[in-house]
C-alpha cells in the first residue's frame, strides 16, 4: 500500500480570480488552481483584493474575526485594511478578501492612478501579514504576476527574521509577460526595504525605474508559465519583453505548465447555455447547435458551408491584421462563413462591421462580450480561428477541441502544446496550425481547413480525435503538487 503524502499549505495570492474580478485568463487560472487544491486536500488559503464590483454583486461577504481593523507601513503610509471571506460557487471553499475602501474601491480592476503601485504593495504584504495574524506557515506562496511578485523579495527582506517561514518557498506564475508593473524609481520608499535596496535591480534603478516583475524573477525559488513552448519562447528577445536575459540565467527554475480547463462549465454534454447537448458519440446536437446559431446570427449557411468562429478580444496580439488582410479576399473567394464575438481595438471592431456590411448573411460580429453566445458559438461553429501572434497558453481552442470545433491556431505558446497538426494521410490530429506570422501562413491555413471539411467523413474522424483530448485540471494540477512537493521535499 503506497504512504499516504502529507497534503501542502499553500497561500494563493492573485489580483483577479474568477468569477468575482476577471479581464482575462489569470482569474481562471488563479480560481481553477485553488479549487483543485482544495478539492485535492490540501489546506488552501487564497487572497485577492476586495473590489468595488465584489462588494456591489450579490455575494455572500462575511467579516473574518480576528482580521479587522489592522494597519501596515508602507513607506510613509500607514494603511489600515480588514479581511473579509466570501464562498467560491459550486464549492465549499472561502477566500479571504482584502478589504480597503481607499485603495480598491474603484470602477475598475487596474487603474493608471497614482497610488497604483500602492494598491499591490498593499496585496503583498498582506498577504505574508495575515500568515503572521493566523500563524499559518504555508509550504507555498504562490504568485501570480506582477501585481504580486515583491512577495518572493519580501519573504527575504522584511520578514526574512520569521521562522514562520523558514521552510516556505515561493512560486511565480507569469501569466503575460507583457505586463510586468513598471514604475517610476520615485516610489521607492514605499517598498520599504531599508538596507535592502540593493536587492532591486540596480541597472533599473539607475535608469529611474522599478520592475516588479522582474523583481520576482529575480527572487522566486522557482518560475512557472502557462505552457511549456511559451516557457521557452520568453527566453528569446522576440518573445521575453526585455527579461529573456533574466530568464535565461534561470532558466533551471522555469517550468512551463499548461493551464487546464474547467469541464464543469466547458462540456458540451452539460452545457446550460447552448441549446443542444451533444457528445462525441452522438453529433446531432452539434449540428442542431450550428442550424440555430445561423438564425439567430441571420448566417445563411448550412451543413455544407463551414462556418468559423471567433471569440476573442479584438487587439493586436491575437493576429487580427493577418484576417484583415486575408480573410476578405478568401469570403470573396470560397464558400464559407465567420461568427465573430469580441471587443478591444477600435481598428478592429472597425473592420469586422465593415466584413459584416461587405458579406451580408455570411459574416456576424457580435461587439462586446455574451457569456451565452460565447458557448454557442464554440458549440455551432465548425472550426475555429485564433492566429495569435504569441499566446501563452490560451484557453478557447481548448474548448474548441472539447466541442468538437476544429481549431485554426498559429504554432505559438500553448496553442502549440495544446493542438496537433492534422495528417490527412492517416486521420490524426486535432487541428491546423500554421508557423509563420504572415498572409500566407494564414492562408494557407484556413485553405486547408475548408479542402478537408470538404470530406464528411475523414472531419468526422477529426472531430472524434479533437473531443477524445483531456485538458481537465485533474490532469494540469498533478503537475503543480508535484513541483510544490519537490519544493519543500514532501
Known sequence: MPEKQEKLKVLVVSSELAPFAKTGGLADVSAALSRYLHDDGHDVRVLMPEYTRITDGDHD??????????????????????????????????????????????????????DEHLRFLLLSRAAIEICQYLQFAPDIFSCHDWQTALVPLYLRTIY??????????????????????????????????????????????????????????????????V?????????????????????????????????????????????????????????????QCKSELEVELGIKGGPNIPLIGIVSRLVGQKGFELVESVVPSMLA???????????????YEDFFRRLQRAFPGRVCFYNGYNNRLAHWIEAGSDMFLMPSLYEPCGLNQ?????????????????????????????????????????????????????????????????????????????????????????????
Not at 521552510?167 to 517598498?191: A, C
Not at 473567394?333 to 481598428?347: H, I, K, P
Not at 502549440?416 to 495528417?423: E, G, L, T
Request: proline share 4%.
Open 61 to 114: 461577504v462575511r467579516k473574518v474575526d480576528r482580521l479587522q481593523d489592522l494597519v501596515v507601513d508602507i513607506g510613509p503610509w500607514n494603511i489600515s485594511y480588514s479581511i473579509d471571506s466570501v464562498g467560491v460557487p459550486g464549492s465549499d471553499l472561502r477566500i479571504y478578501l482584502l478589504r480597503c475602501p481607499e485603495l480598491y474601491g474603484r470602477d475598475s480592476i487596474y487603474t493608471n492612478d497614482a
Open 160 to 225: 526574512a527574521w520569521d521562522n514562520l517561514f523558514e521552510r516556505t518557498r515561493s512560486v511565480l506564475t507569469i501569466h503575460n509577460i507583457g505586463y510586468q508593473g513598471v514604475f517610476s524609481s520615485d516610489v521607492l520608499n514605499d517598498l520599504h526595504l531599508g538596507n535592502d535596496v540593493g536587492k532591486l535591480h540596480q541597472d533599473d534603478l539607475r535608469g529611474g525605474v522599478i520592475n516588479f516583475l522582474k523583481t520576482g524573477v529575480l527572487y522566486a525559488d522557482m518560475l512557472t508559465t
Open 227 to 287: 505552457s511549456p513552448t511559451y516557457a521557452h519562447e520568453i527566453q528569446t528577445p522576440e518573445y521575453g519583453a526585455g527579461l529573456d536575459p533574466l530568464l535565461r540565467e534561470r532558466r533551471d527554475r522555469l517550468i512551463g505548465i499548461l493551464n487546464g480547463v474547467d469541464y464543469d462549465e466547458w462540456n458540451p454534454e452539460t452545457d446550460t447555455l447552448i441549446p443542444h447537448n451533444f457528445s462525441a458519440a452522438d453529433l446531432r446536437g452539434k449540428s
Open 333 to 347: 473567394q470560397q464558400m464559407f462563413s465567420v461568427a465573430v464575438l469580441g471587443s478591444g481595438e477600435r481598428r
Open 398 to 490: 481548448m474548448y474548441s477541441l472539447k466541442y468538437g470545433t476544429i481549431p485554426i491556431v498559429r504554432q505559438t505558446g500553448g496553442l502549440a502544446d495544446s493542438v496537433q497538426q492534422i495528417d490527412p494521410s492517416d486521420a490524426t490530429g486535432t487541428g491546423i496550425l500554421f508557423r509563420d506570422y504572415n498572409d500566407a501562413g494564414l492562408r494557407w491555413a484556413l485553405g486547408t481547413a475548408l479542402q478537408l471539411y470538404s470530406k464528411p467523413r475523414f472531419w468526422q474522424k477529426i472531430i472524434q480525435n479533437a473531443m477524445a483530448m483531456d485538458f481537465s485540471w485533474d490532469q494540469q494540477g498533478r503537475y503543480y503538487v508535484s513541483l510544490f512537493r519537490q519544493l519543500v521535499k514532501l
